[in-house]
């Protein structure tokens, strides 16, 4: 069955220093996602991207943050100056059509020293 | 505000011991209640959809049911492999809107 893949799944970096957080979706999806879910909390939206352009964001989607799609398989989340706060599991999710559920990922685990 | 609220935090039962774990929701225009099961470490894995009021879906030994205000995980007679954390999460515009998940453990 196909599935969404994440790489690294684990990254550490030092305060201040940029980060990129990659993601292949489902092959044949075409809306994608991240969410982002601090541990002990709930998971939180961060923004949506569909027909090559954010569709939706969160207030937590500042201007720290930026998603691209370089080509047909991946889909990346930068994060331009880690702080602290950034520390969660970082979810990659994608479907076919607007109201099917999103697959996820097992996730980036973001440890910001 | 769009929000989400599920019941029980943590759930612990026998093996073998049906229950109910509640997914509450308020949100403006709902285009889908979704039910994950999410292991430690792993992200969510889709159970079921629901998209109107008195509809029901089944998957072996779970039922997930939707009112206009809530949604009830029914499991049957549950096994130590179902246990997990299971959160509720409810579409609105294109986010997913989530709970804070319940955590369902099964003694066997």
């Known amino acids: 069955e196909p599935e969404v893949t994440q790489t690294p799944s684990h990254q550490v970096t030092q305060m201040g220093q940029e980060v990129i957080l990659r993601c292949v979706p489902i092959s044949n999806h075409l809306y994608f996602y991240w969410y982002r879910q601090i541990l002990g909390q709930k998971v939180e939206f961060l923004v949506s991207?569909?027909?090559?352009?954010?569709?939706?964001k969160s207030e937590i989607f500042d201007d720290q943050f930026s998603v691209e799609r370089p080509d047909g398989s991946n889909f990346t989340l930068k994060i331009r100056s880690t702080k602290l706060e950034d520390s969660a599991m970082y979810f990659c999710a994608s479907h076919r059509q607007g109201n099917q559920p999103q697959h996820f990922g097992d996730g980036t685990r973001l440890s910001i020293l | 505000e769009d929000q989400v609220t599920q019941s029980p935090e943590a759930l612990r039962l026998q093996e073998g011991e049906s229950s109910s774990l509640n997914c509450s929701y308020t949100?403006?225009?709902?285009?889908?209640l979704f039910w994950y099961r999410q292991d430690p470490g792993k992200g969510p894995e889709f159970l079921f959809t629901l998209y109107s009021a008195g509809e029901e879906k089944e998957k072996e030994r779970l039922k997930a049911t939707l009112t206009k205000k809530e949604s009830f995980l029914h499991i049957t007679a549950p096994k130590p492999e179902d246990s997990a954390t299971y959160l509720c999460?409810?579409?609105?515009?294109?986010?997913?809107?989530w709970g804070a998940g319940t955590k369902l453990i099964i003694k066997p």
């Open positions: 999460a409810v579409q609105a515009n294109y986010q997913l809107i």
């Open positions: 949100v403006s225009g709902l285009r889908g």
């Open positions: 991207f569909y027909n090559n352009e954010i569709s939706e």
